[in-house]
């Protein structure tokens, strides 16, 4: 079947513009998850979704990342004013709670020039 | 909070031979759970193995095994007869029941010579 989608694979993008980063979790999934993984700071988490509701925005860096779900399936993540920090590979991944096994996407490269 | 620490950032041995990678991990939880995840150079995450922390029993699937000791906190992974596919980052990470996010360690890179 089908696993984790994510769209661009590669973003290249110039500072302080807005980019939108897709996911697409497996069907069925209720939950998803977004993650970071940079070179300072490792694999970080960003924010948690049940549904369309987001319990857990804990890991959001600043108020210029945001993410929504819509529909209990695709999440988008927004980052506005892009700044070169945030250069890093975004994954996504979703669970559907058995065994708290995440499937991971092959993640989204963002490269803030 | 959570804490894992992966104290070898590479380790390299033999195709054939077995290597143990290190995980210790801190949580005031008692209920949790731990995992090992490897990343080729694809990026995409693939769990190798999953522990629940209430089973005593060690997991183990195919060439991969764990060394659970819940008391020193300590989650090592065992790979036998290591092919060259193993050749990979591998993340120790961990989650507490009911909240389901993940906390992983810095990684290691092991790399399996021909």
């Known amino acids: 079947g089908a696993g984790v989608s994510q769209s661009p694979s590669n973003k290249v993008t110039e500072k302080g513009k807005d980019v939108e980063l897709r996911c697409d979790p497996i069907s069925g999934h209720t939950a998803l998850y977004w993650y970071r993984q940079s070179l300072g700071q490792g694999l970080e988490f960003l924010i948690y979704?049940?549904?369309?509701?987001?319990?857990?925005k804990s890991g959001l860096p600043s108020d210029r990342f945001s993410a929504e779900r819509t529909g209990g399936s695709v999440s988008t993540l927004t980052i506005q004013r892009t700044q070169q920090e945030d250069s890093a590979v975004y994954l996504c991944a979703s669970t559907n709670g058995q065994f708290y096994e995440q499937y991971f996407g092959p993640g989204t490269r963002l490269t803030v020039t | 909070a959570q804490t894992v620490t992966q104290s070898q950032p590479e380790m390299s041995v033999q195709e054939a031979e077995t290597v143990t990678l290190s995980c210790t991990y801190d949580?005031?939880?008692?209920?949790?759970?731990l995992f090992w995840y490897k990343q080729p150079p694809s990026r995409q995450m693939i769990l190798v193995i999953r522990q629940e922390a209430y089973k005593q029993q060690n997991a183990t699937e195919n060439r991969f095994s764990v060394n659970f000791q819940k008391a020193a906190k300590s989650f090592s992974l065992k790979i036998s007869d290591s092919q060259l596919g193993d050749t990979a980052m591998y993340f120790c990470?961990?989650?507490?029941?009911?909240?389901?996010?993940?906390?992983f360690g810095t990684g290691t890179r092991l790399t399996i010579i021909p």
């Open positions: 990470a961990s989650s507490n029941f009911g909240n389901e996010k993940l906390t």
């Open positions: 949580t005031s939880e008692n209920n949790y759970y």
């Open positions: 979704f049940q549904g369309n509701s987001a319990p857990d």
